[in-house]
């Protein structure tokens, strides 16, 4: 059974630095690309960065100054931290992996994270 759960999500205060990670589980976690989302009230949801198995990266070209995303293998889990946060980034944040060949795209259930003071 495929799983991905996400964590690290809660209050966090305006300027704080927001740490979230995802593990995987019933997949081969190292052949995927892993991928962070947010999705705000009322919004589609938002694209932030992804990590390819050689862990080359892709970002949000307005979040990248923000952001960094990693992955540990070893412990089937990708990671994402944001700086400087504002009650704008509050959203429910999800990972993904995906493969290409065959197309495969497994979603986590989301954590939420709130910024305000």
């Known amino acids: 059974q495929v799983q991905l759960v996400e964590s690290g999500g809660g209050l966090v205060q305006p300027g704080k630095t927001l740490s979230l990670s995802c593990t995987g589980s019933?997949?081969?976690?190292?052949?995927?690309?892993m991928g962070w989302y947010r999705q705000a009230p009322g919004r589609e949801r938002e694209f932030i960065a992804f990590?390819?198995?050689?862990?080359?990266?892709v970002q949000q070209e307005s979040l990248k100054s923000r952001i960094t995303i990693s992955r540990d293998n070893a412990k089937n889990t990708v990671y994402l931290q944001m700086s400087t946060l504002t009650p704008e980034d509050t959203a429910k944040y999800y990972c993904?992996?995906?493969?290409?060949?065959?197309?495969?795209?497994?979603w986590g259930r989301g954590t939420q994270v709130t910024v305000e003071s």
């Open positions: 019933g997949f081969a976690f190292s052949d995927y690309s």
């Open positions: 990590i390819a198995p050689d862990h080359s990266t």
């Open positions: 993904n992996g995906f493969i290409m060949s065959p197309k495969t795209v497994y």
